[in-house]
């Protein structure tokens, strides 16, 4: 369980590890279709997530973070875990520092993750993360399927691309 709880740590700390964007999160994903499409759906938001915050300098130039965990459930019938836990960070910007780079402004952030693990051969694996930051809040409506929130990341991407790009 150790390398989940150093996981679920790595996974709910922006920025994602690294080669997110090749490699997903690697063996500590499920190999479940629900683990799958978490994965699909996790690593497309982080990429627009990434290319966002780099175009308009919002990426993070320091950051600190303590998760806080509120509670363990495990149900023995499904080989399933559920971890519920708070993220709280302070975060220092690009653009922060770009202002006043002796005294940047620190804005300060709490929301909460809901993982699902599934034991496999052995080891828990990560079925997926429920957390509702602003850019989830964006694309996971009622009712919406994964290739609707994909469509919609993708929109966006193409739409901020679009912004970034020089007009002729």
């Known amino acids: 369980m150790n390398n989940i709880l150093t ?3 790595r996974l709910s700390a922006f920025p994602p590890p690294a080669n997110f964007e090749d490699n997903g999160f690697g063996d500590l994903i499920s ?3 629900e683990a799958i499409d978490f994965e699909e759906m996790e690593v497309a938001k982080l990429q627009l997530q990434a290319e966002y915050w780099k175009l308009t300098s919002l990426r993070y130039a320091d950051y600190q973070y303590t998760l806080i965990y509120d509670d363990f459930s495990f149900n023995q019938a499904s080989d399933r875990v559920t971890v519920s836990l708070r993220d709280k960070s302070e975060v220092i910007r690009e653009d922060s520092i770009d202002q006043n780079s002796k005294e ?3 804005t300060g952030r709490e929301f909460g993750h809901l993982f699902t693990l599934h034991k496999e051969e052995a080891e828990w694996k990560i079925v997926s993360d429920h957390y509702f930051d602003s850019w989830w809040q964006e694309f996971r ?3 919406a399927t994964k290739e609707d929130i994909l469509n919609a990341i993708y929109t966006k ?3 901020i691309r679009q912004t970034a790009s020089p007009q002729p």
Do not use: L
């Open 7 to 9: 996981f679920i740590t």
């Open 31 to 33: 190999n479940i279709s």
């Open 104 to 106: 940047p402004n620190v």
């Open 141 to 143: 409506k009622p009712g």
């Open 157 to 159: 991407t193409q739409t």
